[in-house]
């Protein structure tokens, strides 16, 4: 079987939609090395997706116009170039397909990660909010099959974009796998100290954006004088002065902010962790929860939405706008052991649903459906 994809994100975006293509490819490749995967991506960001030692062949532009506008090779020019490649699947692992797609004998799957600015218009420019309901309607009408990273996204899908629910699959994510190693006594404190952590801390990671909601963890911790430093790991937005300024205005110490760690080093710093926080208002999925569930660390995060299909029935799940609640919870993880131990434990083996392998296999029996049709 020859099988393409859109790898754009797998070399061009650090986090969300780019672990989830270097992590699927990863797995597909390891599962399935005797068929042929074909990548395509209108640029290469170095140190991203690292595909040599693998029989991976590689589609970039080859015209100076397509160099300069890369986003029309990705929508108009790929078409042309797969049907040479004679595949038998394109796979669009990021919410799109290219423009005629449909009439070009290839069979097609897309990836629909979430609809979030459907359901939240406000976080998003109306330029952007068009783009992409344009894309994601698109990829949705013409797909062959869309596979859904959730119960939660196939249900938007279909409420959205009126699809019909027999063509979509829920595939679950799975993470890097070097989230599922023990790090080790070593290695974990060489990353303490290189980062200065604290002895024990409150976990939360997730772009530094409304969405994620990180001021109400903020709040909790303060407002109830939870005495534990709160480690923070994203990207910062203009939502971060909000958050920096609730800071300052507090006088609050204890927490620590980073923008950007590396996938080696984030392990050790999941396992050295009392708990993971996530308060986020909305997800496609939520694959931080799954990071923690395998580092063996307790999670407390929201109810609704597809929290309960990531966390899995060891986590804690709270209203993510009610701070005295999410404060509760907080002191109940931190200062019962029997209770840190079972979430521990539960979760670890609700996360075996979420391995490599098992992705895989499932999207590699979607693609066997769709060639036998």
């Known amino acids: 079987m020859r099988i393409g994809f859109d790898a754009k994100r797998a070399f061009n975006n650090r986090s969300g939609l780019g672990n989830y293509s270097r992590n ?31 029989n991976f062949e590689l589609r970039t532009p080859d015209r100076i116009f397509h160099r300069i506008f890369p986003s029309a090779w990705r929508t108009f020019a790929i078409t042309d170039i797969i049907k040479k490649d ?45 783009i992409y309901k344009k894309k994601f309607r698109h990829a949705c009408k013409k797909a062959d099959r869309i596979i859904a990273v959730s119960r939660q ?9 009126s699809i019909d629910h027999e063509r979509i699959d829920v595939i679950y994510q799975s993470c890097n796998p070097l989230f599922m190693k023990d790090t080790g006594d070593d290695q974990n404190q060489s990353i303490r100290q290189k980062y200065r952590l604290p002895d024990h801390y409150i976990l939360n990671i997730g772009n530094i954006e ?30 971060y002065q909000k958050v920096k300024k609730y800071i300052e205005d507090n006088r609050l110490t204890g927490i620590y902010i980073y923008e950007t760690i590396s996938n080696e080093e984030l392990p050790s710093i999941y396992q050295m962790a009392d708990i993971f926080v996530y308060p986020s208002l909305f997800e496609g999925f939520g694959i931080p929860i799954i990071e923690s569930l395998f580092s063996g660390t307790p999670v407390i995060t929201s109810n609704g939405g597809c929290f309960a299909e990531a966390g899995g029935p060891g986590s804690v799940y709270v209203n993510a706008l009610d701070h005295e609640e999410l404060a509760a919870a907080i002191k109940r993880v931190l200062s019962d052991e029997v209770l840190r131990q079972r979430m521990i434990e539960a979760g670890y083996r609700y996360a075996k649903n979420f391995t490599p392998e098992k992705a895989a296999g499932n999207v590699m029996q979607v693609y066997n459906r769709v060639v036998a049709q």
């Open 24 to 54: 699927l490819l990863s797995a597909l490749y390891s599962g399935y090395p005797d068929f042929s995967y074909i990548l395509y991506t209108p640029q290469i960001k170095k140190n991203l997706f690292d595909i040599s030692g693998r």
């Open 86 to 130: 004679k595949l038998d699947i394109y796979h669009g692992l990021s919410h799109e397909l290219p423009a005629g797609i449909e009439n070009s004998g290839i069979k097609s799957v897309v990836t629909i990660h979430d609809l979030i600015f459907i359901r939240y218009p406000e976080l998003y420019a109306a330029t952007d909010r068009y």
């Open 153 to 161: 996204t196939a249900d938007d899908i279909i409420e959205y974009f």
């Open 210 to 239: 409304e969405r994620k909601n990180l001021l109400t963890l903020i709040k909790a911790v303060h407002l109830a004088g939870i005495d534990i430093p709160v480690v923070i790991i994203g990207r910062k937005t203009r939502y």
